[in-house]
């Protein structure tokens, strides 16, 4: 069966300081595909570009060259507001620094996405408590974030990344300032979403173990994909 | 985005910073109070300047005599003549308006003048009655002038038509002369009582015909000061002992059934008078109408006005600065806040709106806050000059939209550079 390619890179690039002394290349040309309902994982040492490389695939950064099509679209050819748009509906993102609004609920954050669709107050917060719900923090949606632990802000950053149901679900590091038993948790609601819902989730990860869960593991090196194999897929949690 | 949502994330930003941003709005405080302030002061006095006006008569006019700005022929007989100044004269017998004047201009506008009030006066001087005395002001009135008085007496009856024709010696006199005069609170005894008064080394009889009662309103002495009151008696009467057939001043009330407005008849009067002065080199005629003083008042106090007004623009101007300052200083503080939202999709311009919308709500609670202040201190200030407190609403639907444009402009260039942030720089910003 002919699986659609959701992003398909080709050749990026990605240089800072352009044109200045101190001019750095962190991406030499990444060639990419990941398709529709994937989960893949991409690894690599410290400073091998791989955040930058998140960004660039989530519209967050522009690429120097290259070409990059995202769900059919091209990058390059977009304007800042179709960026914009993009981000708020084609993707959700998962931080490592969860990133909520501090001064907000974690149902006002997990509203925020809905809002700048321009979806209503009532439809807006009857989703946003779903999708606390589903990631068991419903009990919780009235709390600040700084009332909240790491694991419990992260879950709410995911219910917050599928507010506009996006088609992507980019992961950097999600796991990375958690405990194992509470990345554990986290890593079981990605398998969830990506299984039930059958997100396409790109996860970012120092930890060969939960690499080794998804179905493809990408090695990123100095700005290079030096290595692709396929995943082991989830090992049944107990 | 929805309005609604801007604004209570700009109050939840204002509040969370509460002293902050109560300085910031200061200089908008300052500048809003300051105005509705002065706006409130100035209600209120011309209102209740126009509401005594009615009452006395709005469509009266007065006519007088004042000395000229410039004299009207250079040199002088006298020889007194001071380079640069302008000596003072005081209006002598022949720079009067005389009886035959106002014959003839009663003659003229006698389709447009009810009646006028004439009055002169005897000067001051004391009744002595064995061992009691009283100070009295005597004043000869015509029937216009005891018109406009409304006396309540306390006993006799008023100066009557005939009376006052005659120039017959009768006189009112307050219930508080009787009281000293003749230690008695029955003031039917006073009636028909002579009393002599002394003004110089001149001695004026006039019998009482009346007893008025004293408008306590003004007391300010204690029982037992000597008080200095008002005896009123004919104008013929005092006529007689001033040999006078001129008036420095008179007043003119204006007949409700004119077809003309107090203005044009004003000037109609002024030109009639001319006519007979322009000889006169030292004094001419003028003439106002408590309209024409209402329209000086009016003036006066929107020159007032515009000088708070320049000062209040330069609060604001500097609260604005302020509240630009801060606005930069709050998006360098929210920068991670500007990435994460425009992460989540924001665009552009939602991001400028809300930093607009926030720039905008501390102006307004700041300009609101100031309308407070500013209607408490001048409605104060009113009521200490004893006008009935009257705030401007123009001025207060003027200050909240003038408080919005100080937040749109002084936003705009903030809201501006959080707005094309760069979506990772603004994540990443530590
Ligand atoms: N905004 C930037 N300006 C200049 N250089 C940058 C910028 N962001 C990243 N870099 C550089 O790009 C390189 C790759 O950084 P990146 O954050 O992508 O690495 P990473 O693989 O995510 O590392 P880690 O595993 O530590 O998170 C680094 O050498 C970094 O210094
Ligand atoms: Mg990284």
């Known amino acids: 069966m002919e699986q659609k390619i959701i992003i398909d890179m080709k050749d990026i690039v990605k240089r800072y300081y352009i044109?200045?002394?101190?001019?750095?290349?962190?991406?030499?040309?990444v060639s990419l595909k990941v398709y529709?309902?994937?989960?893949?994982?991409?690894?690599?040492?410290?400073?091998?570009?791989?955040?930058?490389?998140?960004?660039?695939?989530?519209?967050?950064?522009?690429?120097?060259?290259?070409?990059?099509?995202?769900?059919?679209?091209?990058?390059?050819?977009?304007?800042?507001?179709?960026?914009?748009?993009?981000?708020?509906?084609?993707?959700?993102?998962?931080?490592?620094?969860?990133?909520?609004i501090a001064r907000t609920t974690a149902l006002k954050n997990v509203e925020l996405p809905m809002l700048y669709a321009g979806m209503g107050r009532r439809e807006r917060s009857e989703r946003a408590k779903e999708l606390l719900r589903l990631v068991e923090m419903d009990d919780r949606m009235s709390h600040k974030p700084d009332e909240l632990s790491g694991g419990q802000k992260q879950r709410?950053?995911?219910?917050?990344?599928?507010?506009?149901?996006?088609?992507?679900?980019?992961?950097?590091?999600?796991?990375?300032?958690?405990?194992?038993?509470?990345g554990r948790l986290i890593m079981d609601i990605f398998h969830r979403l990506n299984k039930e819902q059958g997100k396409t989730i790109v996860l970012i990860t120092h930890s060969p173990e939960l690499a080794e869960e998804t179905q493809r593991i990408m090695t990123l090196h100095d700005g290079l994909i030096i290595s692709e194999r396929k995943g082991g897929g989830r090992v049944a949690a107990g | 985005m929805l309005l609604g949502e801007n604004i209570s994330m700009a109050l939840a930003a204002i509040r969370a910073n509460k002293m902050r941003s109560f300085l910031t709005m200061l200089g908008i405080i300052i500048g809003i109070g300051s105005v509705i302030a002065i706006q409130t002061v100035g209600n209120s006095v011309t209102t209740s300047f126009a509401s005594t006006m009615t009452n006395m008569g709005a469509s009266n006019i007065s006519v007088g005599v004042t000395q000229r700005e410039t004299e009207k022929v250079k040199g002088d007989e006298s020889g007194?003549?001071?380079e640069g100044y302008r000596i003072i004269r005081t209006p002598e017998e022949s720079d009067f308006i005389k009886d035959n004047m106002i014959a003839d201009f009663l003659?003229?506008?006698?389709?447009?003048?009810?009646?006028?009030?004439?009055?002169?006066?005897?000067?001051?001087?004391?009744?002595?009655?064995?061992?009691?005395?009283?100070?009295?002001?005597?004043?000869?009135?015509?029937?216009?002038?005891?018109?406009?008085?409304?006396?309540?007496?306390?006993?006799?009856r008023e100066i009557g038509d005939k009376a006052i024709k005659g120039g017959k010696a009768v006189c009112l006199i307050s219930d508080y002369a009787v009281r000293k005069l003749y230690n008695t609170e029955d003031y039917d005894k006073a009636i028909g009582k002579v009393v002599e008064v002394v003004i110089g080394q001149k001695f004026y009889d006039f019998t009482v015909v009346g007893v008025y009662k004293l408008d306590d309103s003004g007391m300010l002495f204690g029982a037992n000061a000597d008080r200095q009151t008002d005896l009123y008696t004919t104008l013929g009467c005092v006529k007689k002992h001033t040999h006078s057939d001129g008036y420095p001043s008179f007043t003119v009330v204006k007949s409700p059934d004119a077809q003309i407005d107090t203005n044009e008849l004003r000037s109609m009067i002024q030109i009639f008078f001319d006519r007979y002065y322009h000889t006169n080199r030292n004094f001419e005629v003028t003439t106002s109408s408590f309209e024409s003083m209402l329209e000086e008042l009016t003036k006066m106090m929107g020159t007032i006005?515009?000088?708070?007004?320049?000062?209040?623009?330069?609060?604001?101007?500097?609260?604005?600065?302020?509240?630009?300052?801060?606005?930069?200083?709050?998006?360098?503080?929210?920068t991670r806040e500007i990435g994460i939202r425009k992460a989540l999709g924001a665009t552009n311009s939602s991001i400028r709106l809300q930093f607009i919308i926030e720039a905008m709500v501390l102006c307004i609670i700041g300009g609101i806050i100031?309308?407070?202040?500013?209607?408490?201190?001048?409605s104060i200030?009113?009521?200490?000059?004893?006008?009935?407190?009257?705030?401007?609403?123009?001025?207060?639907?003027?200050?909240?939209?003038?408080?919005?444009?100080?937040?749109?402009?002084?936003?705009?260039?903030?809201?501006?550079?959080?707005?094309?942030?760069?979506?990772?720089?603004?994540?990443?910003?530590?």
């Open chain 2, 370 to 378: 100031g309308i407070i202040i500013g209607v408490t201190g001048g």
């Open chain 2, 80 to 82: 007194l003549e001071f």
């Open chain 1, 36 to 100: 529709e309902g994937e989960f893949v994982a991409i690894v690599g040492p410290s400073g091998s570009g791989k955040s930058t490389l998140m960004n660039v695939i989530g519209a967050l950064d522009l690429p120097t060259s290259g070409q990059y099509y995202l769900d059919g679209l091209d990058m390059f050819d977009a304007r800042e507001d179709d960026l914009s748009a993009i981000r708020n509906r084609k993707i959700g993102f998962v931080f490592q620094t969860y990133n909520l």
């Open chain 2, 107 to 156: 003659n003229n506008f006698s389709d447009e003048i009810e009646y006028i009030i004439l009055s002169e006066s005897l000067g001051t001087g004391k009744i002595t009655e064995i061992k009691n005395s009283a100070t009295v002001a005597v004043t000869g009135g015509d029937e216009g002038y005891f018109k406009g008085q409304n006396l309540t007496l306390l006993a006799g």
């Open chain 2, 305 to 334: 006005s515009t000088a708070i007004s320049i000062i209040a623009g330069i609060a604001l101007l500097v609260g604005g600065i302020g509240v630009m300052n801060i606005m930069l200083v709050s998006i360098s503080e929210r």
């Open chain 1, 156 to 182: 709410v950053a995911i219910a917050r990344a599928m507010a506009n149901d996006p088609a992507i679900i980019l992961a950097d590091e999600p796991t990375g300032a958690l405990d194992s038993g509470t």
């Open chain 2, 381 to 430: 200030a009113a009521n200490a000059m004893d006008a009935e407190a009257h705030a401007s609403i123009a001025s207060i639907v003027e200050s909240v939209g003038f408080s919005m444009a100080i937040g749109l402009f002084f936003g705009y260039y903030p809201a501006n550079k959080a707005a094309k942030m760069n979506p990772i720089d603004a994540l990443t910003y530590e």
């Open chain 1, 19 to 29: 044109g200045k002394p101190n001019e750095l290349e962190v991406l030499h040309g």
